[in-house]
């Protein structure tokens, strides 16, 4: 590994631990302590936490190797404990490289080579943390080059970047989940700080103070109001932070998205491990004809890095003509263009709407019975929530109905569902390896059943929700013809 990497860790400790020393410090000098012996203790801890820190690091560095060869990549440690961990070559699918600002400060990168092996307790993967960037880059080309398979054609990736970054994009992030989120944590970071320097009760105090005069519901629509601006402003950074000079390419046969303002990313994707994509209309961006792009693919990881995406994301949300455009480009394929998307009988619309009464008067039941045995109060929300949240649950429940479909297009499955949220998944047919067929006793007695396809990519099943019990088999059989058919056997029509 690289020697500087010592220099980084030192860096990071000691930051981390005087950002933590500082609060305590202003307590204990609030509360009338002399400031001088809390900052030597403080100071001391700080330095000595960042020494042991140095030196570990120093030790890991100086006893680790890593080494390629032509059938596996291999990494040692040997101190004490020896570890070794090796990966074949031939299994390697991802190389990605991921660098936060001191990293970069010191011309370094992670490099996180992967198997794209789901396997549950055990790692998959091989890190290397760090290497210089130029060395990273020169991994990645060795690692992910591949010799073409029996009858496989290689055509050279040298055309223009699948997408890169249009700053009017910007406007769909303050409207997802994010905002309110941010703004919420916003607040409570305030109290949790104020609580660390001993100041919460003045805090809590000016606040009372400042809008002494104004009524409560002033005062909840004006702190609403605060919090969600301050989403607002959190979200757009944020936006940035993850999606500055972003820019999906391919190249030898590898999709490559690259991102990234403080904290670099650089993530792979075989192109062979495609299984289809995920147009996904977040509620938000689908109000304003928006949607984002995830890959469909075998062996992707849950989370990244400590990053705030699914590596699944190809494109950030975008104007929904340009999602489609980049899930062809992507797939080289188009198997949403005159798809024809069937619709699902009425009783799963039926099924949805009694679903969602259940769901709002439940609540109000609930609220009901709390307010008789403990104060009137709770039985004013229970008649406020049976008002509000009813015509919410049904209208969320029409439009989970009106989203349900699903349909075959040439080498794909198209299927479609989402309450407020939806999805519009295309899998390809070659990569489904099972079905999954369930019928509650409610779908029984409807006539309906849920048919998922499994495969190996993703969460490893996607599903054909309330569909008729007929016309699922049908589909199930006609997707991928020969598998299911063992388990079937043909329905005698009624004598009259």
Do not use: C
């Amino acid at each position: 590994m690289d020697r500087h990497t010592v220099w980084a860790s030192a860096i990071t400790v000691a930051g981390f631990g005087a950002g933590v020393a500082v609060p305590f410090v202003a307590g204990f000098v609030r509360g009338g302590t002399s400031p001088v012996p809390v900052l030597l203790i403080s100071g001391g801890g700080v330095v000595l936490l960042t020494v042991l820190a140095t030196v570990a690091d120093w030790m890991r560095w100086r006893h680790t190797r890593y080494r390629i060869t032509d059938e596996r990549v291999e990494l040692r440690y040997a101190w004490v404990l020896h570890t070794l961990r090796s990966i074949p070559r031939d299994r390697v699918r991802t190389v990605d490289l991921v660098a936060n600002p001191l990293l970069r400060m010191f011309g370094l990168t992670k490099v996180k080579i992967g198997t794209g092996q789901q396997v549950t307790g055990q790692q998959s993967h091989l890190t290397l943390d760090p290497v210089r960037r130029a060395r990273a880059e020169e991994l990645r080309r060795v690692l992910l080059e591949r010799a073409p398979a029996a009858g496989e054609t290689t055509e050279p990736d040298t055309g223009p970047a699948l997408a890169t970054l249009d700053w009017s994009w910007i406007r769909y992030a303050p409207i997802g989940v994010t905002t309110p989120i941010l703004g919420t944590a916003a607040f409570g970071a305030v109290m949790q700080v104020s609580d660390w320097i001993g100041v919460q009760n003045s805090v809590i105090q000016y606040v009372g103070d400042l809008f002494a005069n104004t009524s409560i519901v002033v005062l909840v629509l004006v702190l609403v109001a605060i919090g969600v601006l301050i989403g607002v402003v959190g979200s757009l950074g944020l936006f940035v932070e993850m999606w500055w000079r972003y820019r999906l390419t391919r190249e030898n046969g590898t999709l490559l998205v690259r991102r990234g303002l403080f904290t670099t990313r650089s993530l792979s994707l075989e192109q062979r491990r495609l299984r289809g994509v995920d147009v996904f209309e977040p509620l938000g961006a689908r109000l304003v004809g928006a949607a984002r792009v995830d890959v469909v693919a075998t062996g992707l990881k849950v989370r990244s890095d400590k990053d705030n995406t699914d590596p699944k994301t190809l494109m950030p949300a975008a104007p929904i003509a340009l999602a489609r455009r980049v899930a062809v480009d992507v797939l080289r394929a188009d198997p949403l263009a005159g798809v024809d998307i069937r619709p699902h009988p009425t009783a799963a619309r039926n099924r949805r709407i009694a679903w969602a009464l259940y769901a709002a008067l439940g609540i109000a039941a609930v609220l009901a019975v709390l307010g008789l045995l403990l104060t009137t109060v709770l039985l004013h929300l229970a008649w406020i929530a049976a008002l509000v949240l009813t015509p919410v649950a049904i209208a969320l429940a029409l439009d989970d109905y009106r989203n349900l479909g699903h349909g075959l297009s040439g080498d794909y499955l198209v299927t479609r569902y989402g309450a407020g949220s939806r999805h519009t998944v295309a899998l390809l047919r070659g990569g489904i390896i099972g079905w999954n067929v369930r019928r509650s006793p409610f779908q029984r007695r409807s006539g309906l059943v849920t048919i998922a396809a499994t495969t190996a990519a993703n969460d490893g099943r996607f599903f054909v929700r309330d569909v008729g019990e007929q016309e699922g088999l049908r589909l199930a059989e006609e997707a991928v013809p020969g598998l299911l058919t063992p388990f079937l056997e043909p329905v005698t029509p009624a004598r009259p």
